[in-house]
């Protein structure tokens, strides 16, 4: 596609369930980038996919978050047992190899647990 | 502490002015990125430098690696201008094998 893809663009959920999060990154970019940016907060790094390589997860908050990327090119980001604190945007960045190329956003999903 | 500081956090201005934003930071880096959020949360990567100067239309990044700070101007601002701009550094000691550490942002508003 031509940008980032993200969806849903916002989620209200109730506290305990599981939610997943969608990106499309635009195609051919090999680096994918999970990032949450909580109210008055900066951006957080969550986890990263390069290629076929083994992700970098060391961003996660704890082991209810968890993230795959099928075929090198969608991933899904899950939030299993949400809680309140969860309530953010998360946003997805792709990129054609690393952040020393420069890299896209997607829009977000705002998450909202209640 | 957050290696990446950015000052002002909060800069009103009227248009037309000049506008300086500050970035400094605390780790050796190989990139460091602007980037500038409207209201609504969209991203969009504005520069990214690893050294010297970069100008795109009225906004001119700079970096003293040296020195570990990068600014960003904004000549003959305007009310578009408004958004958060935030500053980003990729380094090996955080922000994961590629991921980036990002500043607070600073919330800029220009005045008609």
């Known amino acids: 596609g031509a940008g980032v893809s993200q969806s849903p663009s916002n989620k209200v959920t109730e506290k305990g369930k599981d939610v997943e999060l969608r990106c499309d990154p635009i195609?051919?970019?090999?680096?994918l980038y999970w990032y949450r940016q909580s109210l008055g907060q900066g951006l957080e790094f969550l986890i990263y996919?390069?290629?076929?390589?083994?992700?970098?997860k060391s961003g996660l908050p704890s082991d209810r978050f968890s993230a795959e990327r099928t075929g090198g090119s969608v991933s899904t980001l899950t939030i299993q047992r949400t809680q309140q604190e969860d309530s953010a945007v998360y946003l997805c960045?792709?990129?054609?190899?690393?952040?020393?190329?420069?890299?896209?956003f997607g829009s977000g999903t705002r998450l909202t647990v209640v | 502490k957050n290696e990446v500081e950015q000052s002002p956090q909060n800069l009103t201005a009227q248009e037309g002015e000049f506008i300086t934003i500050n970035c400094s930071y605390s780790?050796?880096?190989?990139?460091l990125h602007w980037l500038q959020q409207h209201p609504g949360g969209g991203i969009v990567s504005l520069f990214m430098?690893?050294?010297g100067k970069k100008k795109h239309g009225r906004l001119i990044a700079t970096i003293n690696i040296q020195e570990k700070h990068s600014s960003l101007h904004i000549t003959a601002s305007h009310p578009r201008d408004s958004a958060v701009y935030i500053c980003?550094?990729?380094?090996?000691?955080?922000?994961?094998?590629?991921?980036?550490?990002f500043g607070k942002g600073t919330h800029l508003i220009i005045q008609p």
């Open positions: 960045a792709s990129s054609y190899r690393g952040t020393d190329y420069g890299y896209t």
């Open positions: 195609s051919g970019h090999t680096a």
């Open positions: 996919f390069q290629g076929n390589s083994a992700p970098d």
């Open positions: 780790v050796g880096i190989s990139a």
């Open positions: 430098l690893s050294s």
């Open positions: 980003a550094v990729r380094s090996h000691s955080g922000g994961g094998a590629d991921g980036l550490t």
